[in-house]
């Protein structure tokens, strides 16, 4: 049974940071692209950041690009986020995924659909 758990969210005033973690169970970690998304409230679930199954690339979404790194340890099996300058328009909850296909590559902007299993969630609140 695939399991992902976030942490690392919270309040932090416009211009802080935070460090998203998501520790994933249960598949073998280290074959599958990881992603991160988010949804505020009344708004649809959108892409952040994917990561390859090695590390090897990455793909942001314009929004974030230049202040978000996400990034992994395939050894630990475990997905980062690290958030900089963070805006009150950074608010909502973030959740990592898997993707539902081994080895698959990095290419653009992925769909949701391409991702299987997600984690609960974890609320990030930018304060201005």
């Known amino acids: 049974q695939v399991q992902l758990v976030e942490s690392g969210g919270g309040l932090v005033q416009a211009g802080g940071s935070l460090r998203l973690t998501c520790a994933a169970s249960?598949?073998?970690?280290?074959?599958?692209?990881m992603g991160w998304f988010r949804q505020a409230p009344g708004k649809e679930r959108e892409f952040v950041a994917t990561?390859?199954?090695?590390?090897?690339?990455?793909y942001y979404a314009d929004s974030v690009k230049g202040r978000f790194t996400i990034s992994r340890d395939n050894a630990k099996n475990t997905l980062y986020l690290q958030m900089n300058s963070l805006k009150p328009e950074d608010t909502a909850v973030y959740y990592c995924?898997?993707?539902?296909?081994?080895?698959?590559?990095?290419?653009?902007?992925?769909?949701?659909?391409?991702?299987?299993?997600w984690g609960q969630g974890t609320q990030v609140t930018v304060s201005s």
């Open positions: 990561i390859s199954w090695s590390g090897a690339n990455t």
């Open positions: 249960g598949r073998t970690f280290s074959l599958f692209t």
């Open positions: 995924a898997t993707d539902r296909s081994p080895l698959r590559s990095v290419a653009g902007n992925p769909s949701i659909s391409e991702y299987d299993y």
